[in-house]
């Protein structure tokens, strides 16, 4: 038969000894559980903490990966003592140093201006088709004006694929009020003639001629077709003004 002693030791004293002693025992258990707990949970932050150091050193491992090379992560800067007349701007590849660099001459292009009209539509050539002889570096080129006038002459040069910007410029005079201006590209190969059949039609003044740029790095000759100049120090581009 089962004996409950606890109840009995307590019997007459009106205690509940049961009561008490799990008290004592829950009293005894809490700090060891309570501490227990704690440990649990740091264990549970430091391994949290872990995991987003470890994915934060992932993404950055993961940017550095992109780059290909040191290049990616230098930047280098160029300065020009006369910003006015040269600026120059470095790229990844550019090697710190200094450069003595001396313009001579801009690159420039042909500009042809040609005898005034009356109107833009007066009819030339007597209304016949005209053909117009495009010269550019020693290559020939034939260009059909059909029903000519002067406003027909400039948009036929501007559309037959020469890299030619023909305009006309209204003088606002009494006569040869319009005149018919023709310019290329920059650089001395660029240069070209317009002439027609009559030698007669078009009688051009050459306004500007075309020329390539010409500067020294360091002492030496450089020339280019254009204002922009690459190459000529590595890594380096100069714009010429």
Same mark, same amino acid.
């Given at each position: 038969m089962?004996?409950?002693?606890? %109840?009995?030791?307590? #019997?007459?004293? !009106? +205690? =509940?000894?049961?009561?008490? @002693?799990?008290? *004592?025992?829950?009293?005894?258990?809490?700090?060891q559980q309570m501490m227990l707990d704690r440990m649990i949970e740091k264990s549970e932050v430091?391994?949290?903490?872990?995991?987003?150091?470890?994915?934060?050193?992932? %993404?950055?491992?993961? #940017?550095?990966? !992109? +780059? =290909?090379?040191?290049?990616? @992560?230098?930047? *280098?800067?160029?300065?020009?003592?006369?910003?006015?007349?040269?600026?120059?701007?470095?790229?990844?590849?550019?090697?710190?140093?200094?450069?003595?660099?001396?313009?001579?001459?801009?690159?420039?292009?042909?500009?042809?201006?040609?005898?005034?009209?009356?109107?833009?539509?007066?009819?030339?050539?007597?209304?016949?088709?005209?053909?117009?002889?495009?010269?550019?570096n020693g290559q020939t080129t034939d260009v059909v004006i059909d029903n000519p006038t002067p406003q027909a002459i400039a948009d036929g040069l501007n559309e037959a694929g020469l890299n030619l910007n023909a305009a006309i410029v209204d003088t606002g005079g009494e006569v040869n009020r319009y005149v018919l201006t023709v310019s290329g590209e920059l650089g001395e190969e660029s240069a070209f003639t317009i002439t027609d059949p009559s030698g007669s039609l078009l009688n051009g003044v050459r306004r500007s001629a075309a020329q390539d740029a010409e500067l020294t790095v360091n002492g030496v000759p450089v020339s280019r077709p254009t204002n922009l100049v690459e190459g000529a120090i590595p890594g380096v581009a100069l714009t010429l003004k």
């Open positions: 089962a004996v409950d002693y606890l %109840s009995a030791i307590g #019997a007459g004293s !009106g +205690l =509940n000894t049961t009561e008490i @002693v799990d008290s *004592l025992v829950e009293a005894e258990r809490a700090p430091t391994i949290s903490a872990y995991g987003v150091v470890k994915s934060t050193l992932s %993404s950055l491992k993961t #940017a550095f990966d !992109g +780059l =290909n090379d040191v290049s990616e @992560v230098r930047q *280098l800067s160029a300065t020009s003592s006369d910003p006015e007349s040269i600026v120059a701007v470095a790229s990844a590849e550019a090697t710190a140093d200094s450069y003595d660099v001396s313009v001579t001459q801009l690159a420039q292009r042909d500009l042809w201006a040609f005898d005034g009209f009356d109107a833009l539509d007066e009819s030339l050539n007597s209304g016949n088709s005209l053909t117009l002889s495009v010269v550019i």
